[in-house]
């Protein structure tokens, strides 16, 4: 095979979007990663992750449908191997704005080992995150194939970025808590939406119109919508169902904001709550506001979760919790609006809270064709605690 | 390792959700499949996309950021392996109702190991998809590993379920029309909320609330809605951008009905086109009739890709058309509305178009920093030739 020769094409003109954020911000991640390269002694290192490719360029686009890599080295700025008509993002608004691209039907690999070559690495020790998605098993073999090949090793460094992005700065706050602002308005307008024989699709039209109206971006994830034995379904979303007297109703909501996210999770009831549902939403609360009080630097993610597991096992709820207390959020593109894979609490895992770790907190009671009962809160962990970053009454909304 | 012994469960209350399919439909993929599998040798079939897994089960969630997997066998109806309160969409809405569930931090790859030996196949020949993304290259070769030392042999078999769902039957057909009816309301509000002065996101708000009280679920990718030099960004879309005089507005838009989709682009301008403007849309729309006119079985997808080319050539645009002319469309799920790796219409694929294909067709020309001017329409391969599903005025719009 003949190698592909490559030109790396820098963005001259205006940015057509400003940044998100400063040089200085850029810069400190850069120089983090490299810190990194050089401690772990890679010659370069390659992202397949949109999170992290946003991270470290600023480069912004859902279309990773097609390859997209970006190649870290020590000295050149970050540079994006892009299908050619996604190379509009780096050239026109990203920090980095260094792109190769490729044709539709070219192969995107035979890019991104030209572009290694050309940055005179090929032959060198290379890192690239082999738990990624969006490269695919096929692919990364082909990768790892051609810098042997080259002369070059590649090796596992899943996490390069990801160790960084779990601890956020007050430019990355900033995202986040105007993220929150978005899901409490968004929340607000749903409850006023709701009333017994709307439907789920009225009332998502009005979540997602206020959101989008209040500057939030598309997410991770849809927002759930749900109304009665729907809400069981984990993760389903609006399907026209009909609002009926007494149907539980339950509410979880992003808001991103320069691709930030917080969440909000709420429920409420059609007409009178019964008893059970009142004593299942006062559980959800107490466990929420037990692991906000539990939080500080330096407790473990089991212990946390751990408070979440005895307050429902007091209650006699403990087959109906069935996963963790929380995940970390902050960058999100889809299919997810969280970065649990980064961090989460939950059993057994004995990593320390830290500051400047944000999280949703999730204590939730599903049982399959009855309801989801859940009330949540995004999270900072502080100096001294951890403080709310969304701010919405902590109780059962009935309408 | 000890091996990991599985349960599978079957959900046996009555469905949540109806299913979207005939019992008939479901069968008939099934069976399908089952023959590809005979044909090729294979003892067992592990999709881990969740567009064949809803094709295959009914398994309907965004919630594969956590592993799940798919297994045919020979006799067993297929069952899903999935994080555990995602199991509530198999057991509560799906066809097959069969699952293995394993928790938020068990290693999923063991649980399926553990159904390959379960159903009796794990030391026979197992096809997967080596090009899926929701694996990732580490698990897809730790299964890999398992299923050697369990005396068998994992060989990839991608594309088992894309053949099948590229053509398109009665009963999907239903759902992508019922797609286009919420593209075109969706773009007509958009249209009315279209004027001077305004901002992306009050038009996508006005958008998004529309497709979503027609009854338009999330879609792969959110609409893309833009306005001025932002349109030339490819795949940006609302943030917040004021409407002024001369904006091109560019809006392509999902409506996506039991996850099957439509889409529709269409562009406008605020005031007075300018001579520039209006011989670009003119060249969109020229292109985009001869390639309709130039469709129809045993067409090969490149000789359609030509007829668009020299469309632009003739106009003096082929510098500003960068991508394919339209790409296969049906299911889907985040990160991508289409299925243009299943079938595209490009340059130099030799494949001839088929009755049942659906596709959306995008013969866009884009200039950095200045707008991206498109007209499309989404379409049906007939036996006669092609029949457009989308139906809206083939012009550009005036605000």
Redesign the interface.
């Given at each position: 095979m003949v190698a592909r020769s490559v030109k790396i094409q820098e963005g001259t003109?205006?940015l057509?979007?400003a940044l998100p954020f400063t040089d200085g911000e850029y810069q400190r991640r850069l120089t983090a990663i490299r810190s990194t390269m050089s401690r772990r002694g890679l010659d370069a290192f390659v992202s397949f992750t949109?999170e992290n490719i946003y991270y470290v360029t600023g480069h912004?686009?859902?279309?990773?449908?097609f390859y997209q890599a970006c190649v870290v080295s020590p000295t050149q700025r970050p540079v994006n191997v892009l299908?050619?008509?996604?190379t509009?993002?780096t050239?026109?608004?990203s920090w980095s704005r260094l792109t190769v691209g490729y044709?539709?039907?070219e192969d995107p690999i035979e890019a991104t080992l030209g572009l290694l070559r050309e940055l005179g690495v090929a032959n060198r020790k290379i890192g690239a995150e082999?738990?990624?998605?969006?490269?695919?098993?096929?692919?990364?073999?082909q990768l790892q194939d051609g810098i042997k090949q080259a002369g070059g090793q590649l090796v596992?460094a899943?996490g390069t970025v990801e160790e960084l992005r779990v601890i956020k700065t007050p430019e990355e706050l900033t995202y986040i808590r105007a993220g929150a602002r978005i899901c409490e308005q968004a929340m607000r307008a749903g409850i006023e939406a709701s009333r017994e024989g709307t439907n789920e699709?009225?009332v998502?039209?009005?979540i997602?119109?206020?959101m989008?109206?209040?500057?939030g971006?598309?997410a991770?994830?849809?927002p759930f919508i749900t109304s009665g034995?729907?809400s069981?379904?984990?993760?389903?979303?609006?399907?026209?169902r009909r609002y009926e007297g007494g149907d539980v109703l339950a509410y979880e909501l992003p808001g991103v904001v320069k691709r930030y996210a917080a969440a909000l999770v709420r429920m409420g009831i059609v007409g009178r709550p019964g008893e059970e549902v009142k004593r299942r939403a006062a559980a959800s609360i107490e466990a929420l506001e037990s692991v906000i009080a539990a939080m500080k630097p330096g407790v473990t993610s089991d212990a946390v979760h751990q408070v979440t597991r005895r307050v429902f096992e007091k209650y006699g709820y403990s087959h109906l919790f069935?996963?963790?207390t929380g995940y970390s959020i902050g960058i999100n593109?889809?299919?997810?609006w969280?970065e649990?894979?980064i961090m989460?609490i939950?059993?057994?895992?004995e990593r320390p809270l830290r500051v400047g770790m944000t999280f949703h907190l999730v204590p939730g009671l599903?049982e399959?064709?009855k309801h989801l009962i859940n009330i949540s809160e995004t999270v900072l962990v502080t100096e001294t605690g951890c403080e709310p970053v969304t701010h919405f009454p902590r109780e059962m909304f009935v309408v």
């Open positions: 003109g205006p057509v979007d949109p912004d686009s859902p279309g990773y449908y299908r050619r008509i996604e509009t993002n050239l026109g608004r044709e539709d039907r082999s738990t990624a998605w969006f490269i695919g098993p096929q692919r990364y073999i596992d899943s699709n009225e998502a039209a009005a997602i119109a206020e989008v109206r209040n500057g971006e598309y991770g994830l849809p034995p729907r069981s379904l984990c993760h389903a979303t609006w399907a026209g069935g996963h963790r593109y889809p299919p997810d969280g649990g894979h989460s939950w059993a057994g895992d599903f399959l064709g």
